[in-house]
């Protein structure tokens, strides 16, 4: 099928995410996709420098995670996890333990960014009900995105994914993102919320937070919130479904962190784009309040496909990927030469702001624009055109490379940016 035929065909057939299709650019239709590059149908190919989504952290059809794939969908593709388990599960959940934050004990699956914070929302609320306690409310930041599911989308704090739904949501109190200069100020409301609400959860993006376009908090203002719900019995929540598996320069952002969190959400680049899935972490405490001679209180949530063996299998490979020296090259490559660029883009008169974080470097565009609209489409358009493929949030544009990116690849993007930015003044 030609590129023709395929558009014509999805236009009169498929709804796509994130989409008004009345006013949206056409998708772009791709034929194929290997290492850092996508291809069209006439062979055009295109710098894939979110790496899709943040889940393409090792390229396209790394051979590595397809030789793990390929072996085990001979073997075993799927089976009911409920009463059964498999050597791939048992594998991934050893690896992933040995790389998570020390007090983190248990595994989850489920299949995506989304019900991994469902999850996670859902065994902090039956954690204290268990333990005979009654809370109902999250506290989340301002600008957080979780996922669209109901309970992800409650925590969320962006109203042009919510807004339709805002009378149906959990209740969520939101607070400022905590800074070294505000922290102060941020705790006092922290406590006027533990004495005001009965309060389960509290639940964060560490470090960054990705669809408030790249906004970067400061992690130790971070730990001290952490710290004070954790002396009122609050279980804190990391959702590193976009930070998570090496993009702010460690395995973990919450490894940067001194207060860990009591459970942590992960997806994405999990297995490395391969295959959907998704884990919940949790502390032995946390798994321990749900063991009981009482049927009810166990954990009675699943997804027909939790702990599927493809994906067990291509995450336990992507774990060996992200962990060997070549990727650890790789990420501190990225990390250095953001580093290098960063000065070059701050001196550039259309630049109001830049930052990064490990292999993450965005800047803000010194004017004003909609998060979706005309002018952030000809922006994508004009990226699109001369070979790189990115997803601007508004006036913010974003890389999230692959980790495979060489510094020639680096160059080209930093180039193309700078053209950008120079063809925006004229």
């Known amino acids: 099928m030609n590129a023709s035929d395929i558009l014509k065909k999805d236009a009169q057939q498929i709804w796509h995410p994130l989409t008004q299709h009345k006013t ?3 998708p772009l239709a791709i034929s194929h996709a290997r290492g850092n590059y996508l291809y069209d149908h006439e062979g055009n190919r295109y710098f894939d420098a979110i790496s899709s989504w943040y889940t393409c952290s090792y390229g396209h ?14 073997q075993l593709h799927h089976v009911v996890f409920a009463g059964m388990t498999h050597e791939p599960a048992v594998v991934l959940a050893e690896k992933l333990l040995n790389i998570l934050p020390h007090n983190q004990s248990k595994l989850f699956f489920s299949e995506n960014g989304s019900t991994s914070v469902e999850i996670a929302l859902k065994m902090a609320f039956q954690y204290h009900f268990n333990r005979g306690e009654k809370r109902l409310a999250v506290v989340a930041l301002e600008g957080g995105f979780h996922g669209d599911t109901f309970g992800a989308m409650s925590a969320s704090g962006l109203s042009v994914y919510n807004g339709p739904f805002e009378d149906l949501l959990i209740e969520v109190i939101r607070i400022p993102a905590p800074t070294l200069e505000n922290v102060d100020s941020v705790l006092e409301q922290v406590d006027q919320l533990i004495d005001d609400h009965e309060i389960a959860s509290f639940i964060y993006e560490p470090l960054v937070q990705g669809a408030a376009a790249m906004q970067m908090n400061d992690g130790s203002a971070l730990c001290r919130l952490i710290r004070r719900f954790r002396e009122s019995g609050i279980l804190s929540i990391a959702d590193e479904v976009m930070t ?38 949790c502390t032995q405490e946390v798994y321990d309040a749900f063991l009981s001679d009482e049927t009810s209180r166990g954990f009675f949530h699943g997804h027909t496909y939790s702990g599927n063996p493809l994906g067990c299998a291509v ?9 060997s020296y070549e990727i650890q090259e790789g990420i501190a490559r990225i990390k250095e030469s953001h ?5 070059t883009l701050e001196k550039h008169k259309l630049v109001a702001q830049v930052r990064h974080c490990g292999v993450i470097l965005a800047l803000d565009l010194d004017l004003e624009m909609q998060r979706y609209g005309n002018e952030r489409n000809e922006i994508f358009q004009w990226f699109w055109n001369k070979g790189v493929f990115l997803r601007p949030l508004g006036k913010t544009i974003y890389l999230v490379p692959p980790f495979t ?5 680096l160059d080209f993007l930093y180039k193309t940016i700078m053209e950008f930015l120079d063809s925006r003044l004229v």
Do not use: H, R
């Open 244 to 281: 998570g598996f090496g993009k702010t320069g460690s395995y973990f952002a919450s490894d940067q962190m001194l207060n860990k969190p009591d459970i942590i959400c992960l997806s994405k680049a999990l297995t490395g784009g391969i295959m959907p899935m998704a884990i919940t972490s």
């Open 24 to 26: 949206a650019l056409a």
């Open 61 to 74: 059809c790394n051979t590595t995670l397809i030789n793990a794939l390929q072996k085990q969908v001979e």
């Open 315 to 323: 995450a336990a490979a992507s774990i060996d990927l992200l962990t």
């Open 339 to 343: 580093d290098a660029f960063k000065p």
């Open 405 to 409: 990116t060489t510094w020639t690849e």
